[in-house]
């Protein structure tokens, strides 16, 4: 690959990040407000007693199977807010939040603390998921360690393919995006990017599954652990190449 193609690859990372942020940017109040609830109904029942947190427990889970739904109808993709190297700092910060709430749930209803402080800490709860659900929706673009490595061996022919490109990048920043949602970003026919896919699938970096929706069956596409290594490994090594064709334009003038 010459260094002036990987600077035209990374631009095409950019152009692909922005139409993902443009799909995901707008998540609307009521989603997050719908997570707030969530969190304070399990904080909430924790802090009532053994029976009401046995109760609450299948509508938690109803309501986060009903929520994910929403979002892959809505988006055509679902992103679960883990991101590693863009939002893990913050998930281990709620993730503790979320242990501390809990504690001081069972400490109340060991304690026989009153229904106003019970109903206090599931307010606190609501409020502090809102935050962390708004911190976690926009699509954070992948970032690297700063360093780029002392070789250029991460270039995958697998991955090279521009449209490829495009796949493995979308689905980099998301858990899993349906068929429709890639044509549309990607911008090819559907046969153009069925053939993209399996050749993915092939090289054992996508993973194709079929899922009903409204009637049809809807094929979703995501990432493998061998995938998302492979596409970090070819972006380092796309902006090496890019570094070296800035550090070339610059010598000569």
């Given at each position: 690959m010459h260094p002036s193609d990987a600077r035209e690859a990374l631009a095409d990372i950019q152009i692909v990040d922005a139409r993902l942020a443009a799909r995901l940017g707008d998540c609307p109040p009521w989603r997050h407000a719908v997570f707030g609830g969530i969190f304070a109904m399990m904080i909430g029942s924790v802090a009532a007693s053994g029976m009401v947190q046995i109760m609450a427990a299948p509508l938690v889970l109803l309501a986060v199977v009903l929520t994910v739904r929403s979002d892959?109808?809505?988006?055509?993709?679902?992103?679960?807010?883990?991101?590693?190297?863009?939002?893990?700092?913050?998930?281990?910060v709620y993730i503790g939040v979320m242990m501390v709430l809990?504690?001081?749930?069972m400490h109340m209803r060991i304690n026989g603390f009153g229904v106003a402080s019970k109903i206090g800490l599931a307010a606190v709860a609501f409020v502090i998921a809102i935050f962390f659900s708004t911190a976690l929706a926009p699509p954070v673009p992948l970032r690297s360690d700063g360093k780029l490595k002392t070789d250029i061996s991460g270039i995958d022919t697998a991955l090279h393919a521009p449209v490829r490109l495009q796949i493995a990048a979308v689905l980099a920043r998301v858990?899993?995006?349906?068929?429709?949602?890639?044509?549309?970003?990607?911008?090819?026919?559907?046969?153009v990017l069925s053939k993209h896919l399996s050749a993915l699938g092939?090289?054992?970096?996508?993973?194709?599954?079929?899922?009903?929706?409204?009637?049809?069956?809807?094929?979703?596409?995501?990432?493998t652990?061998?995938?998302r290594k492979a596409f970090?490994?070819?972006?380092?090594?796309?902006?090496?190449?890019?570094?070296?064709?800035?550090?070339?334009?610059?010598?000569?003038e």
């Amino acid at each position: 690959m010459h260094p002036s193609d990987a600077r035209e690859a990374l631009a095409d990372i950019q152009i692909v990040d922005a139409r993902l942020a443009a799909r995901l940017g707008d998540c609307p109040p009521w989603r997050h407000a719908v997570f707030g609830g969530i969190f304070a109904m399990m904080i909430g029942s924790v802090a009532a007693s053994g029976m009401v947190q046995i109760m609450a427990a299948p509508l938690v889970l109803l309501a986060v199977v009903l929520t994910v739904r929403s979002d892959r109808k809505r988006y055509g993709m679902f992103v679960n807010g883990y991101r590693r190297g863009a939002t893990r700092p913050l998930m281990i910060v709620y993730i503790g939040v979320m242990m501390v709430l809990v504690l001081a749930a069972m400490h109340m209803r060991i304690n026989g603390f009153g229904v106003a402080s019970k109903i206090g800490l599931a307010a606190v709860a609501f409020v502090i998921a809102i935050f962390f659900s708004t911190a976690l929706a926009p699509p954070v673009p992948l970032r690297s360690d700063g360093k780029l490595k002392t070789d250029i061996s991460g270039i995958d022919t697998a991955l090279h393919a521009p449209v490829r490109l495009q796949i493995a990048a979308v689905l980099a920043r998301v858990s899993a995006a349906e068929f429709a949602t890639l044509k549309e970003i990607s911008g090819v026919a559907d046969s153009v990017l069925s053939k993209h896919l399996s050749a993915l699938g092939d090289a054992g970096y996508v993973a194709v599954s079929k899922a009903a929706r409204d009637g049809r069956q809807r094929t979703w596409a995501s990432l493998t652990s061998a995938g998302r290594k492979a596409f970090a490994a070819h972006m380092e090594a796309l902006k090496q190449l890019a570094a070296i064709a800035q550090d070339a334009a610059i010598a000569a003038e």
